[in-house]
Structures are given as C-alpha cells and as structure tokens.
C-alpha cells in the first residue's frame, strides 16, 4: 500500500532540525552580520520609506542569511529598517549554505530584482481603489502620488478584474 504524502508539517517532525536546508527563525537583529561583497546600496530616502513600512505593516517577509555565520544573502536594507524602527528581533531564515553560493544567490537576487518593471496603470488603479494615507511606507513620496492619481486610463482588462475587499490597517499590526 503506497504511502500517503505527508505535509510540510509532517515533514518537519520527522526531518531533524540540524538536516533541514533552510529554518526560520526570530532572531536578535544584532547578531546579523551584514554582507561587506553586498553590491546593493541603500540611499537614505529609500531607508526612510522602508523604515515608515516597517512601522506601518510590520516585517512579513523574513530577510535570509546564512546559517553557518549568520551573515545576510538578502535583506540589507530590511535590517537597517528594522533596527531604525526599534525592533530588537528580526525574523530570518537561516540557510545552510556555502560562502560561493551564499555570493552567487545575492548577485543574482540583486540583478534579477532590477529587470522587473511597474504598471503604472495598476498602480493608478490600486491608489485610487485603496487611498493609502501614509504613502512613504508603500515606497511613494507624496508628489509620486500625486503625478499618479491623475486621470486613469480607461482599460477594460483591469475594470473586469476583482479585488478582495478592502481591509483597514490596525497600527502595530503585522
């Protein structure tokens, strides 16, 4: 009789810890090391933007780093945020990796983030439908808003397109 599939919770009970590839964890936001060879530079307005989102959503998405020495793969500009907002602990997936492919994964992380583009029309679409109040943690500054609140193009394959019902953000949520 074949087994059946076991999920990933199922999974993690009978895979020891140490054998596990990649882990998350909450850590102590000092005991990241930054990565010195990190090509991606952080300008200030950046840092404040992510810092305002920090403050607004909270940190969702974990930064990563390697689990041997716990030196930063991605997420940089995200601990510099974290600590800029007064977290004492960072969630981080901690990946068992070498120091070649550990360089490798930042380069191409950094490079492959840079070939994505914006539709500016999806975006009109979201501001409008959503009216975020505190702009600077979505990543906009005010006179970007502004510039793309203006008239909407009519489009029809983004009228018929359905959106979840709008949420209301709670301060310290996330």
């Known amino acids: 009789m074949a087994r059946k599939p076991l999920t990933t919770t199922e999974l993690d009970k009978e895979i020891p810890e140490s054998a596990r590839p990649l882990q998350e964890r909450s850590l102590p936001i000092g005991s990241l090391v930054p990565n010195p060879r990190n090509p991606r530079t952080h300008p200030e307005a950046q840092l404040q933007r992510l810092t305002a989102s920090i403050r607004q959503f909270g940190q969702p998405r974990p930064v990563l780093a390697r689990r041997a020495n716990r030196m930063i793969i991605a997420g940089h500009g995200v601990k510099i945020a974290c600590e800029r907002a007064g977290l004492t602990q960072i969630r981080t997936v901690l990946w068992d990796v070498d120091q070649a492919t550990v360089d ?69 949520s996330r």
Request: proline share 4%.
């Open 104 to 172: 490798a994964f930042m380069l191409g992380d950094n490079r492959l983030a840079e070939l994505g583009g914006v539709d500016a029309d999806c975006v009109r679409e979201l501001l409008h439908e959503y009216g975020l109040a505190d702009v600077e943690a979505i990543g906009f500054s005010a006179a970007e808003v502004e510039e793309l609140r203006l008239p909407m193009r009519p489009t029809t394959s983004r009228s018929s397109r359905s959106r979840p019902a709008r949420r209301s953000t709670a301060s310290g």
